[in-house]
T-cell receptor, first 116, second 115 residues
């Protein structure tokens, strides 16, 4: 079985500063994908960034980057130059490639608040 | 526009009254899935479908049914809803079911309240 752990229920960051949201995972699959989603107060789930287990470089998408440390089984999301619109719930998720691991497993989420 | 459409967006109903939440996607995706979101628990998978006529249980299937008669549709059925099924529900779809790198596209969610 695969498991995602997000240990920060809530985080605060000052506008224009960078923030790191933690995510650790556990899986027996050799090949897997890690995802981050954003859920604003309006409720929709927005895909942010993806990291493959065999990707040698950390993924980046604009102000989002994923700090992938495979040996430590961590996939932290880094948001640079925070904006007020970044205030939202953030979910880390993973998807394996074998059997039931192909389902997407989510962490419990981190509520990020950006302060003006 | 590529999208996953859920209906209804909001529903308040009573215990025991059968209901169906519809989900439709226009991206020709093979893989579709239902999740429920509860505070502090993140999203938990209810059922998923690898393709037409192929469905399987997720982590919390009790009290739910699904069907996949057409590729684009994946309705969620609550035969006899109970208050513990009050939750926010999401339908999602993705392509390339055998690869782990495809992000799932989510619907806008359905907020169900069972009284």
């Amino acid at each position: 079985a695969q498991k995602i752990t997000q240990t920060q229920p809530g985080m605060f960051v000052q506008e224009k500063e960078a923030v790191t949201l933690d995510c650790t995972y556990d899986t027996s699959d050799q090949s897997y994908g890690l995802f981050w989603y954003k859920q604003p107060s309006s409720g929709e789930m927005i895909f942010l960034i993806y990291q493959g287990s065999y990707d040698e470089q950390n993924a980046t998408e604009g102000r989002y980057s994923l700090n992938f440390q495979k040996a430590r089984k961590s996939a932290n999301l880094v948001i640079s130059a925070s904006q007020l619109g970044d205030s939202a719930m953030y979910f880390c998720a993973m998807r394996g490639t074998s059997g039931s691991a192909r389902q997407l497993t989510f962490g419990s989420g981190t509520q990020l608040t950006v302060l003006p | 526009e590529a999208q996953v459409t859920q209906n209804p967006r909001y529903l308040i109903t009573v215990t025991g009254k059968k209901l169906t939440v519809t989900c439709s996607q226009n991206m020709n995706h093979e893989y579709m899935s239902w999740y429920r979101q509860d505070p502090g628990l993140g999203l938990r998978q209810i059922y998923y479908s690898m393709n037409v006529e192929v469905t399987d249980k997720g982590d919390v299937p009790e009290g739910y049914k699904v069907s996949r008669k057409e590729k684009r549709n994946f309705p969620l059925i609550l035969e006899s809803p109970s208050p513990n099924q009050t939750s926010l529900y999401f339908c999602a779809s993705s392509s390339n079911r055998d690869r782990s790198n495809q992000p799932q596209h989510f619907g806008d969610g359905t907020r169900l309240s069972i009284l």
